[in-house]
């Protein structure tokens, strides 16, 4: 190849518009790189970067570098004095070139790939992958999800979720709203108190607040309390998640399960040992392999089996068509399990009928907080992930960044090239 070409090659790939032109490339097989010098043309005219009014150039800032995609394994750079204009309104201005955002230091293509393989790994991963530094490639991911929240139409949230989840060590927490019918994270607060959901109702008008048709959540008093009083007619509108109040379920399970094993052990029978994640499953998903075990377990008439059958048969509420045979269903339901002389499952069937109005409002809205299945699971990876988020705005922008539906990518169409 020859000098000329190699320019017309990187011009190309690099999508330079005129007034830029690529004047030289240098290849470096030492250094493993390709360096790719741009300038433009003499006494072109440069629109302001604030109000696009065509200027002769002020000066030329001293030489910037971008990170390129690289050409095949080569790291690949591109250098430019990017020039200044002054403008009569809006003074002394850097002008925007096309290959990269304002401030970056990676090309437009580079951030655009670099987006893409954080989303599919964690920062580490992504960095060792792109050659950055850690906090090169989170500082991507954050000037990502500054851009994407920027761009961010105006709400329209109709059902609406809402969810606790603990951050880092020790016992922090975070309130996440959903917006269940798109599947993403539309708000992060710290902390799970009533004011901290106050604080996110505070951002929406009166008219967002009284599109909200439905509001997924567990029976967690400062959320209700918060809802109450954000949302008009929250009475209707608030509807208990099923799958939590199968968890407050699960707990009761368990409690009878460690007691009586308790008392088993005590004359030397270990029947329950071991059995814990048994009574976990919903039947419908035990593992097969565990199936013989679980049948023998069940024919026993234990207390926990009993336990566990008061626990399926709460899960069968939802499974109604309608309001009305549900509420038949559940009375003979809360007559069984506070009959059952099982205290803790006594117990979740207290709890749910002092929440009844909640709980039945699923048969209007037909909403909960799993659906955003994907969701919550890749939440669950951003809590696992090895840097822990100790701190709460990495923990936020991380799941901004990966579920918060957002538009993350520089723009293509720059005001000027
Ligand atoms: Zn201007």
Redesign the pocket.
């Known amino acids: 190849m020859n000098p000329v070409q190699d320019a017309e090659l990187f011009r190309k790939i690099l999508g330079v518009e005129p007034p830029w032109s690529v004047a030289r490339v240098d290849l470096s097989v030492k250094d493993q790189r390709i360096d790719v010098w741009l300038e433009h043309a003499d006494g072109v005219a440069f629109p302001?970067?604030?109000?696009?009014?065509k200027?002769t150039l002020y000066d030329q800032k001293e030489e910037r570098e971008w990170r390129h995609l690289d050409t095949m394994q080569l790291q690949t750079w591109v250098h430019a004095k990017v020039p200044r204009v002054e403008?009569?309104?809006?003074g002394v201005?850097q002008v925007e070139v096309s290959w990269a955002e304002s401030g970056s230091r990676f090309t437009k293509f580079f951030e655009r790939f670099a987006i893409d393989v954080s989303q599919e790994t964690d920062t580490k991963g992504a960095s060792k992958i792109l050659r950055l530094s850690w906090d090169e490639s989170w500082g991507i991911q954050e000037r990502a999800v500054a851009r994407g929240m920027a761009r961010k139409p105006p709400l329209a949230l109709r059902l609406m979720g809402v969810d606790e989840k603990a951050v880092g060590h020790g016992h922090q927490y975070m309130t996440l709203v959903y917006d269940l019918e798109r599947s993403t994270v539309e708000w992060i607060g710290e902390e799970r108190k009533r004011e901290t959901l106050d604080n996110y109702f505070r951002t929406l008008s009166e008219a967002q607040r009284r599109r909200i048709e439905a509001v997924g959540m567990d029976m967690w008093v400062p959320f209700i309390e918060s809802v109450r009083a954000n949302v008009p007619d929250a009475e209707g509108k608030i509807v208990f998640d099923r799958f939590h109040i199968m968890q407050h379920a699960g707990v009761g399970v368990d409690l009878v399960r460690k007691k009586e094993n308790r008392e088993l052990l005590l004359t030397g029978d270990p029947t329950l040992k071991g059995s814990k994640y048994l009574w976990l499953y919903r039947e419908k998903n035990l593992p097969e392999k565990h199936r013989d075990r679980f049948e023998e377990l069940r024919s026993l008439h234990l207390k926990t089996g009993r336990a566990y059958a008061l626990k399926e048969g709460l899960g069968d509420l939802w499974s109604y068509q309608s309001e009305g045979w549900a509420r038949k269903y559940w009375r003979r339901w809360y007559w069984w399990a506070t009959h059952s002389r099982l205290k803790p499952m006594a117990d979740v069937a207290r709890m749910v009928k002092d929440h009844l109005t909640g709980v039945m409002t699923y048969f209007t809205h037909r909403i909960t907080n799993a659906v955003a299945e994907g969701l919550n699971s890749k939440i669950a990876t951003i809590q696992k992930m090895a840097y822990g988020y100790r701190n709460k705005d990495h923990f936020r922008t991380a799941v901004l960044f990966r579920c918060g539906g957002l538009d993350l990518y520089p723009s293509n169409h720059p005001i000027s090239g």
């Open positions: 302001c970067p604030q109000c696009g009014k200027l403008c009569p309104d809006h201005k």
